[in-house]
């Protein structure tokens, strides 16, 4: 919620990310980067800015045909428990239906190189959909999430629109069956929230790098992009990687390496 | 009306069966609280009972602001809270939607004539709850953000 210029590099945040990190596991290569189970607590006091979270996606990982992160998105967020509408058309519903991460195929016509990628909201630092936001629903969080306060959305999709990414979702129709920790219904816009509820009750994870490791790819890093220290920043420091439209400057909290 | 009241005599009666609340007349403290739910078999609520009965919106709505845009979750005056203490039990153990006619939330919004649209996105029965010791001791075995491993440019 604060629009000042967080810079990933600046001096007196790496300072709070590094004093911040102590509690998270030391990351050494091969060493677990869970946040020890014994010490994941839920939080007492509200998130704050020194961190911000993020995510690398090295492409060249990512492997063709592959839909663990999706899946595992799905099922954490209580997206499979989305059921078509009796009678509605097949294809309405597959383009209709809310996804929080699409995965996107690209393909170089010259050379015919296939890249794969999975694209989810990019936790923007300057979110145009909460700029168009006509209620103040959509908005970021002050640990760099953003995501939507469904108790103030009125629905009107602005913010879809705004979207470069084609991030978020509509849900069209009432949702029967809902999981206690993904609340969904009729009229509201939504989309990726990085797993918020993990992150809030001390879990530092989200379900698609979970599901992307398990399955051996290790295409999706996640973590905090104020610790230099963590796995997200160590990543990043090794890898060349860029911002999906960084022409619109709006320093994304999703990197991509090898597109 | 009528049915109401019988419905809250009844529920009386069994709530004085199980020796939850001492009041043995309709729409007393701890009335509406169903004898298969959990909250049956405790003596208080997250609040003085009094309290909640009065106030419980109050605090609901307090605790969705703090969840939403602080992140705090699993205090005591969450949703999601009231859901899993207060929900029936049906003879097979299935729990029961909360919502559901002659259930906790409902039956007593009924008599007093509240609409709430709540649980048109909310879960009336515990499901899938938000990451706790319990899920996280079941994703122990795994990793969690990937391992940094050579990158495109190392290999």
Not at chain 1, 233 to 248: G, M, W
């Amino acid at each position: 919620m604060n629009h000042e210029n967080e810079s990933m590099n600046q001096g007196r945040r790496d300072f709070l990310g590094a004093a911040a990190g102590v509690s998270a596991a030391a990351v050494a290569p091969g060493v677990f980067l869970h946040t020890p189970v014994a010490n994941a607590a839920a939080r007492t006091d509200p998130v704050t800015d020194l961190h911000r979270w993020g995510l690398l996606v090295d492409t060249s990982k990512c492997a063709d045909g592959c839909t663990a992160c999706v899946d595992a998105c799905d099922s954490e967020n209580g997206l499979n428990l989305q059921s078509k509408p009796h009678g509605q058309d097949e294809l309405k519903w597959e383009n209709q239906r809310a996804v929080w991460i699409r995965k996107v195929k690209l393909q170089d016509n010259l050379t015919g190189h296939v890249t794969n990628l999975p694209l989810m909201c990019q936790h923007c630092e300057h979110p145009p959909c909460v700029d168009v936001c006509p209620t103040g629903a959509s908005f970021k969080r002050a640990d760099g999430i953003v995501m939507v306060d469904r108790h103030t959305c009125i629905g009107c999709r602005y913010c879809m629109m705004a979207c470069p990414y084609k991030a978020r979702s509509f849900i069209h129709e009432q949702v029967d069956h809902k999981l206690t920790r993904a609340p969904r219904g009729k009229g509201c816009v939504e989309s990726c929230n990085l797993c918020a509820h993990r992150l809030d009750s001390g879990d530092i994870s989200t379900a698609c790098a979970e599901a992307c490791s398990a399955e051996g790819h290790q295409a999706l890093i996640f973590g905090d992009l104020k610790d230099p220290m963590g796995p997200l920043r160590q990543a990043l420091a090794k890898t060349p990687s860029r911002q999906i439209r960084q022409d619109l400057g709006l320093n994304t909290g999703v990197r991509y390496a090898g597109i | 009306m009528a049915t109401i009241m019988t419905k809250g005599v009844l529920l009386a009666l069994l709530a004085a069966v199980l020796g939850v609340g001492s009041a043995a007349y309709a729409e007393g403290v701890g009335d509406f609280v169903l004898p298969s739910s959990k909250a049956a078999s405790l003596e208080n609520c997250v609040e003085p009972t009094e309290y909640m009965r009065r106030n419980h919106f109050e605090l609901i709505r307090h605790q969705r602001d703090e969840t939403v845009y602080g992140g705090i979750r699993g205090d005591s005056h969450g949703l999601s809270g009231c859901v899993s203490c207060h929900v029936g039990y049906d003879d097979t153990g299935a729990p029961i939607e909360i919502d559901a006619e002659g259930q906790f939330c409902r039956s007593c919004h009924a008599y007093a004539s509240v609409e709430m649209n709540c649980f048109d996105c909310h879960a009336t029965v515990p499901r899938g709850e938000a990451w706790n010791h319990e899920v996280a001791a079941a994703h122990a075995h795994l990793t969690g953000s990937a391992p940094i491993g050579p990158t495109a440019a190392e290999r």
